[in-house]
């Protein structure tokens, strides 16, 4: 079985985040990288199945040289190789269009990506992906399982969970509690470094959005205490002041 795993560059959640330029540009400045989460669940099920089934797993990262770090961290969990499409990912569409291009290439069984990335929370690189190359695209996804060249998985949806089989190949938005996140031991550290990464040029510069601006959410606000005799008080406050009521 030969899959394919795309994984994020994103801040850590701990991480203080800031931007220059007149909040126009994100400032990187002391803030510590991770593979995203949801890409996380999805390597570690990637070498799971192949584990169970051989052949070999492929991370891909569409980022700059300063994502190698994280690439490699990818391929100490387990991966055999990875690619990097050397460009600025700042467009789901652009990053779709340059998965599909590898996905076109490559004859994979199975294309694996988290159900979002944790940076611009889109959640739509996975259905680009699968439009893109005429693929059945599936989203989120909490169990997966391989049998001979079919795939039945468990997606979420709104009030429980629904079950499905889909041929290979196909893409998957994975989510928790598809697999346990793995953490590389140090022969699997060792081993990265050897292990080949293949850089690649984008193969189109096209894209449908360009970042404005940011902005960061409103401060917190004082906490109000109300003792158990102020039940009047604390309603009018839900209402008047927090708005949720």
Same mark, same amino acid.
């Given at each position: 079985? #030969? $899959?394919?795993? /795309?994984?994020?560059?994103?801040?850590?959640?701990?991480? #203080?985040?800031?931007?220059?330029?007149? +909040?126009?540009?994100?400032?990187?400045?002391?803030?510590?990288?991770?593979?995203?989460?949801?890409?996380?669940?999805?390597?570690?099920?990637? $070498?799971?199945?192949?584990?169970?089934?051989? %052949?070999?797993?492929?991370? $891909?990262?569409? %980022?700059? &040289?300063?994502?190698?770090?994280?690439?490699? @961290? !990818?391929?100490?969990?387990?991966?055999?190789?990875?690619?990097?499409? +050397?460009?600025?990912?700042?467009?789901?569409?652009?990053?779709?269009?340059?998965? !599909?291009?590898? *996905? #076109?290439?490559?004859?994979?069984?199975?294309?694996?990506?988290?159900?979002?990335?944790?940076?611009? +929370? %889109?959640?739509?690189?996975?259905?680009? *992906?699968?439009?893109?190359? =005429?693929?059945?695209?599936?989203?989120?996804?909490?169990?997966?399982?391989?049998? %001979?060249?079919?795939?039945?998985? &468990?997606?979420?949806?709104?009030?429980?969970?629904?079950?499905?089989?889909?041929?290979?190949?196909?893409? &998957?938005? /994975?989510?928790?509690?598809?697999?346990?996140? #793995?953490?590389?031991?140090?022969? =699997?550290?060792?081993? &990265?470094?050897? @292990?080949?990464?293949?850089?690649?040029?984008?193969?189109?510069?096209?894209?449908?959005?360009?970042? *404005?601006?940011?902005?960061?959410?409103?401060?917190?606000?004082?906490?109000?205490?109300?003792?158990?005799?102020?039940?009047?008080?604390?309603?009018? !406050?839900?209402? +008047?002041?927090?708005?949720?009521?």
């Amino acid at each position: 079985m #030969k $899959i394919l795993v /795309c994984i994020t560059h994103v801040p850590d959640t701990t991480s #203080k985040v800031s931007f220059t330029d007149n +909040n126009t540009k994100f400032d990187p400045t002391s803030v510590q990288y991770i593979i995203g989460p949801y890409d996380d669940y999805s390597l570690a099920r990637a $070498i799971e199945l192949k584990e169970q089934h051989g %052949g070999s797993v492929t991370v $891909i990262n569409v %980022g700059e &040289a300063e994502t190698e770090p994280t690439i490699r @961290k !990818a391929l100490a969990i387990g991966a055999d190789d990875a690619i990097r499409i +050397n460009a600025n990912p700042t467009d789901s569409f652009f990053v779709a269009q340059q998965i !599909a291009s590898v *996905v #076109k290439d490559g004859a994979y069984d199975l294309i694996l990506m988290g159900r979002e990335s944790i940076d611009y +929370n %889109g959640g739509q690189v996975h259905g680009m *992906v699968g439009e893109l190359v =005429g693929m059945p695209s599936i989203s989120p996804v909490m169990q997966l399982d391989i049998e %001979g060249d079919t795939a039945k998985l &468990a997606r979420e949806i709104e009030g429980g969970k629904e079950q499905l089989e889909v041929k290979l190949p196909f893409i &998957a938005g /994975c989510q928790e509690p598809i697999a346990e996140w #793995k953490i590389p031991n140090m022969r =699997g550290i060792m081993m &990265a470094r050897k @292990k080949p990464l293949d850089v690649r040029e984008p193969t189109s510069d096209e894209q449908m959005t360009d970042t *404005v601006r940011y902005e960061l959410p409103p401060p917190k606000g004082e906490v109000k205490m109300f003792s158990a005799d102020e039940l009047d008080g604390l309603v009018q !406050a839900l209402k +008047n002041e927090a708005n949720v009521l």
